[in-house]
């Protein structure tokens, strides 16, 4: 009989524990958000994005809703992933334009 020789793929343990122990962002709860969340315009801004495990940490991103007290901000990580957290408004600024 033949033997069966099986080819790793591309996927490494390495890789495997990379994502598994990479810091995911938190985001705030239903009940912190509030109603009547609001569609916004995609405006670029600069957000501070609490990760688990690890301080918050300024990110570009953009507003995609927002309500009275929190923005959804869209963000891409380097590495390609993006993601879309729930802030506190405070913690969300406008990016100034290039132009200023």
């Not at 793929?9 to 009547?36: C, F, H, M, Q, W």
């Not at 990760?51 to 380097?78: H, K, M, N, W």
């Amino acid at each position: 009989m033949g033997v069966n020789k099986r080819y790793g793929s591309d996927i490494t343990y390495a890789a495997i524990a990379e994502s598994v122990l990479r810091p995911k962002p938190i985001s705030l709860s239903s009940t912190e958000i509030g109603n009547e969340i609001r569609d916004a315009d995609p405006n670029a801004v600069i957000a501070w994005i609490p990760f688990r495990t690890e301080e918050s940490v300024q990110v570009e991103g953009r507003v995609i809703a927002y309500t009275d007290r929190a923005c959804l901000v869209e963000f891409t990580e380097r590495n390609g992933l993006t993601h879309r957290v729930w802030v506190w408004a405070g913690a969300v600024e406008r990016k100034p334009s290039r132009d200023a």
